[in-house]
């Protein structure tokens, strides 16, 4: 990347800001907002938060070779020039825009939020533009998608920082791709990871209760993902023109107010109300659901290889968001019948066992919720659920999936999620409490396994010919927090050694955990 001057960064900067010292022609070789990673000629924005204050380590950037910096505080005296904001992180977004030069404003930009089921409708979005021609690029909490090339974007489920997000985006561009579909987290727009990505297109899935430990409450949680909808107006003109255009989930409790924030043009889809995009006549079985698209005075018997009736929704987000894309009716719908499945999404592990076995991403109530009832559809037997609840994040959760898997699972292991610095035993004890109260027997209809590669071997242990073994939670991540350390982790790992272990195959290990 060529050196950007520190002046050009500011020139279309929209915040406030004071400096001391002219931001001058400083060449800027790099953007950094961890002091680690600081290297010759970058400028160092301190953002403060969680346990970190990046403030501290002003002086250590320094060292390591930072130019400038950018900061909240107060700070006289620096030997480098210092900028002053009121707000660190949104202040990054727009510097790192601004070191890329604003690719977002030369690309389409495809949106996509929700509690449940924004990675599945973005891979949907993905996979139809790419096999409808579009050159696309795709950025989600699993990995990004540029061309041929796929990234690893981190460890857990977040949108990448906005030095990430930006470079990605500038990369697409330089590969020649003219359309991104962006999947947009909650902590991702509150945090300004996202803020000048310029949505064209935002889709929402549903808003059902996840992160309230960051955001406090349900309403605080639905305005951090509304600010996407409400930046569709502020979305600059773009060669390629600005459908501008908000795509609504007329079923879910968040739709009159996320239609109240849009000030333009938005569509709706469902299947309980009368929409834009409409499904009726579902059917659903282990290879997928069939159902009759009814759209723009289309009406058009549909198959999506992927199971389970909550996908149908997701089909109909994904083929609008396609449509206002460009893509023409017959290839968007040709798209959705050649979808194969995500990573983690109720991902079949298939060894030639006697039962069904799964690997779901599902981590919050209403998504386990819906595992299990599509687990349901997919056997006549029993169903059996493995899953966790994860440390120092939203402990009503813990009761709630609790309460859920009783209900709909004929046995439910709880077991470690991330536990990270809180005890798991008391995170166990927490879920046993809640199955008693909702009617569950330990020992008999719940278990507590400490640990997941147990927790998931005594769940193959109790499967009988027939049943369905399904693991939730992780889905695929590839990590694990114990205290602050991240173990490597795998559930789809797991379930093939817990499957070979019981078949007698060999080669396959089951992945190590400190609870092991």
């Not at 990448?160 to 987290?185: C, I």
């Not at 459908?243 to 009159?256: C, G, T």
């Not at 590669?453 to 695929?476: M, N, Q, S, T, V």
Request: aromatic share 8%.
């Amino acid at each position: 990347m060529k050196p950007v001057l520190l002046s050009d960064l500011f020139k279309e900067f929209p915040i406030p800001w004071a400096t001391d010292v002219a931001p001058g022609a400083i060449p800027i070789s790099a953007i950094y907002y961890d002091s680690r990673m600081v290297r010759r000629g970058a400028l160092f924005v301190a953002i403060s938060g969680g346990s970190v204050d990046g403030h501290e380590y002003i002086s250590s950037a320094i060292s390591r070779g930072a130019v400038a910096v950018v900061g909240t505080r107060e700070i006289k005296g620096l030997p480098v020039p210092y900028i002053r904001v009121a707000d660190s992180r949104e202040a990054l977004a727009y510097l790192a825009a601004a070191f890329f030069d604003h690719p977002a404003r030369q690309l389409t930009v495809i949106g996509v939020t929700g509690t449940d089921g924004k990675t599945t409708t973005a891979n949907m979005i993905y996979e139809i533009l790419k096999q409808a021609g579009v050159k696309a690029g795709l950025i989600s909490t699993v990995n990004a998608v540029i061309g041929d090339e796929v990234v690893d974007t981190g460890f857990h489920v977040t949108t990448p920082e906005a030095v990430e997000v930006q470079g990605y985006l500038s990369r697409m561009l330089a590969a020649g791709l003219t359309t991104v579909v962006l999947e947009t987290t909650s902590h991702g727009l509150a945090q300004h990871r996202v803020t000048a990505c310029e949505y064209d297109i935002a889709v929402v899935t549903n808003i059902t209760h996840e992160h309230l430990d960051y955001h406090g409450t349900y309403e605080e949680y639905r305005a951090a993902k509304g600010r996407m909808f409400a930046s569709l107006a502020q979305t600059v003109e773009k060669p390629l023109g600005n459908p501008r255009l908000a795509i609504l989930n007329r079923d879910d409790i968040s739709y009159d107010y996320l239609a109240g924030l849009v000030k333009g043009r938005q569509v709706t889809y469902g299947l309980q109300h009368k929409t834009d995009y409409f499904a009726q006549d579902v059917t659903s079985n282990p290879s997928g659901v069939d159902f009759t698209l009814i759209a723009e005075g289309l009406v058009e018997r549909v198959h999506c290889n992927l199971p389970g009736k909550f996908n149908v929704s997701n089909c109909l987000a994904a083929f609008a968001a396609a449509r206002a894309a460009g893509v023409e009716t017959g290839a968007a719908i040709k798209g959705l019948s050649r979808l194969q499945g995500v990573p983690g999404r109720m991902e079949a592990i298939e060894m030639g066992q006697p039962y069904s076995a799964i690997v779901d991403f599902a981590h919050t109530p209403n998504a386990l919720k819906v595992a299990l009832e599509t687990a349901r559809e997919m056997t006549t037997k029993r169903v059996i659920a493995v899953f966790g609840s994860a440390g120092l994040r939203d402990r009503q959760k813990r009761r709630l999936m609790a309460e859920v898997s009783v209900q709909l699972a004929d046995i439910s292991i709880f077991t470690a999620e991330d536990p990270r610095t809180e005890s798991l035993e008391s995170i166990l004890a927490e879920m046993a409490d809640a199955a008693t109260l909702a009617g569950g027997v330990e020992g008999k209809t719940f278990y507590r396994v400490a640990d997941r590669g147990a927790a998931i071997r005594l769940g193959a242990e109790l499967a009988a010919p027939g049943d369905l073994l399904i693991a939730c939670g992780k889905g695929h991540e590839q990590s694990m927090c114990f205290g602050t350390i991240e173990y490597p982790w795998d559930d789809r790992t797991a379930m093939r050694a817990t499957l070979a272990e019981q078949l007698g195959l060999p080669g396959y290990e089951m992945p190590h955990l400190p609870t092991s």
